[in-house]
T-cell receptor, first 114, second 112 residues
């Protein structure tokens, strides 16, 4: 049973560029959430996708956008990159109709903005 | 004031010690409580998951939730060097889909 997978593992960009991160949820899961984790901090919620729609959004600017595909995989896009966007970006998947709200995380994509 | 407070440590203990990790929170509406373990430069791994108040035990790990005090704990018995990691508490509201609110994480080092 494959867990949550993310690509790429690492990414280096320069200020002003755009980046796309990808996530495949755990088998059987239909909901994908994205989190940003700065060094030494806990993950911060960016947004959540279910049925190809953004269902919830955290306190992040519109430069952060996403998409969910019919196979439940998801993309996170960040435009006009800032130095402060350097972080570990985590994808988590869950099953809306499942027991509680357990979310399982992928290994993350480490983004460095120079 | 943050919704979830967690002492960042670091916490250093000898192998075999009992470790106690704690979080406090301010939102009484939280219903689901989780502990994740995160090794350096890796994604968080779910350790324990508890609904509402009470205790839950899984091997060397015990999670406790006291909703009246807005306080959750994770106990690790017979700690091992492989337990050295950052431990994140997380919580969420009841419902079908809700964001997780995390603490800052506590760094734990278990030395032989």
């Amino acid at each position: 049973d494959a867990g949550v997978t993310q690509s790429p593992t690492h990414l280096i960009k320069t200020r002003g560029q755009q980046v796309t991160l990808r996530c495949s949820p755990k088998s059987g899961h239909d909901t994908v959430s994205w989190y940003q984790q700065a060094l030494g901090q806990g993950p911060q919620f960016i947004f959540q996708y279910y049925e190809e729609e953004e269902r919830q959004r955290g306190n992040f600017p519109d430069r952060f956008s996403g998409h969910q595909f019919p196979n439940y995989s998801s993309e996170l896009n960040v435009n006009a990159l800032l130095l402060g966007d350097s972080a570990l970006y985590l994808c988590a998947s869950s099953l809306v109709a499942g027991t509680g709200d357990t979310q399982y995380f992928g290994p993350g994509t480490r983004l460095t903005v120079l | 004031q943050k919704e979830v407070e967690q002492d960042p440590g670091p916490l250093s203990v000898p192998e075999g010690a009992i470790v106690s990790l704690n979080c406090t929170y301010s939102n009484s509406a939280f219903q689901y409580f989780m502990w994740y373990r995160q090794y350096s430069r890796k994604g968080p791994e779910l350790l324990m998951y508890t609904y509402s108040s009470g205790n839950k035990e899984d091997g060397r790990f015990t999670a406790q939730v006291d909703k009246s005090s807005k306080y959750i704990s994770l106990f690790i018995r017979d700690s091992q060097p492989s337990d050295s990691a950052t431990y994140l508490c997380a919580m969420t509201l009841s419902g079908g889909y809700n964001k997780l609110i995390f603490g800052a994480g506590t760094r734990l080092a278990v030395h032989p």
